[in-house]
């Protein structure tokens, strides 16, 4: 499984590329920080993400996990569940990100720091 890396500007193409061809072939994982505006790409798990941003000072009420599968344009290429989402303390009681004004946000810095959907 490949490597998690923790950008904070846009990752190149054939880093992305490698990502998704040594972890799950058609897509990868990555956990956003929304407040420090940072993403944890690629590994097994979401939860590995999740830990390397604390790790790094995140906190977990800023943290968010999602999917990201290239080639299937803006509007298909994020999946916005992962067992890291289930959080009731903030009102989001499923794997799935249901707050719109959430996956605007991590809909915007998936844009900016991994891409929108491109084919590789």
Not at 25 to 53: S, T
Not at 77 to 91: A, D, H
Request: some cysteine; overall charge negative.
């Amino acid at each position: 499984m490949a490597d998690i890396k923790l950008i904070t500007s846009k990752i190149d193409r054939d880093g992305l590329k490698k990502l998704v061809d040594d972890g799950f072939k058609d897509m990868v994982k990555y956990v956003v920080d929304l407040k420090q505006r940072r993403i944890a790409i690629g590994g097994e798990l979401h939860a590995d993400g999740e830990q390397m941003l604390i790790e790094n000072g995140s906190e977990q009420k800023d943290i968010w996990g999602a999917n990201y599968y290239p080639g299937k344009g803006e509007s298909g290429c994020i999946e916005y569940t992962s067992m890291i989402n289930i959080r009731p303390s903030q009102k989001n009681n499923s794997m799935e990100v249901m707050d719109e004004d959430l996956r605007k946000k991590i809909r915007e810095m998936t844009f900016e720091l991994i891409g929108s959907g491109e084919e590789l």
